[in-house]
T-cell receptor, first 115, second 110 residues
């Protein structure tokens, strides 16, 4: 199984809603990532988890709250988002622990629309 | 992290080799060159990576100049399914960050 599965594929939410994006991998990878991608732009790194601990936060606003319940799961909790937060949110994983960790496996993304 | 420079777009005829250039003149000795591609509406896909030597796998070949300041990704026989945005990325294990630049949009034409 070389897949990273993201749910939901599409999400529409209001600015006062609370929602979550979910990501799952069963490759035994120990590093997991969240990226944000606006239309016609490259993916932007948001968070990196290494061995279930947050290791990198690229100065992301607190309305985005990541969580890594175990080594296979990664969540992104969303609260009080703005319309400009509408984007494709990509999850990725890698082996971690210094073994070719530049090779990331990406999911298909969750397309978020904030009204 | 070293920055990369790629042409914004390129065309290639189907069946011909696609050669995608990348400049990374500030690359450090312990930094790798990675290539990814992103087909429309999909997540990025790893293609190949290298440090100093040329590399080849089932998808592509990577040619890195001796001074490591530039590289070329070669798709030997491009097909319509190779139409995508191709990203050249300099990666270091020190930071662990994979940072995407603007990439090259490759259009393979029949």
């Amino acid at each position: 199984d070389t897949e990273v599965t993201q749910t939901p594929k599409h999400l529409v939410m209001g600015m006062t809603n609370k929602k979550s994006l979910k990501c799952e991998q069963h490759m035994g990878h120990r590093a997991m990532y969240w990226y944000k991608q606006k239309a016609k732009k490259p993916p932007e790194l948001m968070f990196v988890y290494s061995y279930e601990k947050l290791s990198i936060n690229e100065s992301v606003p607190s309305r985005f709250s990541p969580e890594c319940p175990n080594s296979s799961l990664l969540n992104l909790h969303l609260h009080a988002l703005q319309p400009e937060d509408s984007a494709l949110y990509l999850c990725a994983s890698s082996q971690g622990s210094g073994r070719n960790t530049g090779e990331l496996f990406f999911g298909e993304g969750s397309r978020l629309t904030v009204l | 992290d070293a920055k990369t420079t790629q042409p914004p777009s390129m065309d290639c005829a189907e069946g011909r080799a696609a050669n995608l250039p990348c400049n990374h003149s500030t690359i450090s000795g312990n930094e790798y060159v990675y290539w990814y591609r992103q087909i429309h509406s999909q997540g990025p896909q790893y293609i190949i990576h290298g440090l100093k030597n040329n590399e080849t796998n089932e998808m592509a070949s990577l040619i890195i100049t001796e001074d490591r300041k530039s590289s070329t990704l070669i798709l030997p026989h491009a097909t319509l399914r190779d139409t995508a945005v191709y990203y050249c990325i300099v990666w270091s294990g020190n930071t662990g960050k994979l940072i995407f630049g603007q990439g090259t949009t490759l259009q393979v034409k029949p």
